[in-house]
């Protein structure tokens, strides 16, 4: 491997981070914890998107100055990925907020917040 | 223990997943496909400075309705799980006591939050921004409200009918460009303007300030859903 750029190293960051994520979702056992390993595991996964939507040497896709508004596909860096993480961000704070209201009703019946008291489901 | 050695398993089969994607990732040098498209032509098609917005109003727009839906969806259900009886709010509300400091700071901050807001949502096509962040500043005003001013009632009433206003004009503007452009959610309805200025790319602003009055309300909604509830224990 080459010299390693901002990209790789983002890359490896989202990779971590969505990892201890993922370790989170299944090893934790307070519900607070695992509703913040899923933002976790949420934003892993957006810091991949934009990383791999990287280019090396290429500017933020806004078109403020005339340079960039001639021949503007080969100076800025790929606008799509961004736009879709910006998707992801809204629809994850949609799931995290509708998370810690179900671990809010579900403290307020039990009064625990402990995973292992839910026994509802489990046969 | 076995549930821990199955995690454990589990973690280290991912975890050798991700470092053959790391150690297999080559950066590509250029745009490619369809977002060579959206670089080249998109000052000529949409008109806006900020290509990330051209793409989320305009390319997918439709994309964003479905995002806006979702959250809408969210704030519908939350509300509805928090449901809470009104009548008693009053008596419980007046024993919050506040600091000076925070109360004094945030008459000042409030104001100046929702108008930095409004400026991130009307300067969504020019500017990193657009109506979601606008919205997420506006709601964050609330919240710094229902902290330090615990007293000021926000009426749900204004809360829905905004919401409602906004979400329903954001369909009819899409409906507009089937019928006056192209198709669905197409910002040609209005003349693109002078590129790089506040009134161009079309519908853009409108439908951004559209977005960020909806999720200002729809945050500000679920927050203060929560409290109201924080409230009645």
Partial sequence: MEKIGIEQISLAFGFIILMLGLWGILS?????????????????????????????????????SAELQTDTASKIVDPLPQALVLTSIVIGLGVTSLLLVY???LYKEKKSLFINDYKDLKW | MLKNSLIL??????AAIMLSLFLSYTPSEDLKGVSKHYAEYGKEEVGAANLVSAVVVT?????????????FLTASV???????????????????KYSEILGTSAKILIPLMVLLGVYVFINGHLTPGGGFQGGAIIASAFVLMFIA????????????????????SYVLIGVLGIILAAGFLDNQILSLGTFGSV????????IY????????????GIISNLKELQNEQ
């Avoid at chain 2, 009134?199 to 409108?206: E, N, R, T, V």
């Fill in chain 1, 28 to 64: 934790r056992k307070n519900i607070i914890k695992i509703v913040l390993s899923f933002t976790l595991f949420d934003t892993g996964l957006n810091i991949i998107i934009v990383a791999i939507g990287y280019l090396k040497n290429k500017t933020a896709p806004i078109l403020d």
């Fill in chain 2, 78 to 96: 939350i509300g509805f799980f928090l449901k809470v009886n009104h009548s008693k709010d009053d008596e419980n509300t007046a024993v919050k």
């Fill in chain 2, 199 to 206: 009134l161009s790319a079309g519908a853009i602003p409108l």
């Fill in chain 2, 9 to 14: 398993i589990l973690i280290l089969g991912f």
């Fill in chain 2, 209 to 220: 300030i559209l977005i960020g009055l909806k999720v200002g309300t729809e945050l500000t």
């Fill in chain 2, 149 to 168: 001013l615990p007293q000021r009632k926000i009426s749900h009433k204004v809360l829905s009918a905004v919401e409602s206003f906004s979400g329903l």
């Fill in chain 2, 59 to 71: 390319y997918r727009g439709f994309d964003t309705l479905g995002e806006v839906t979702i959250l």
């Fill in chain 1, 103 to 105: 671990a809010l009703k």
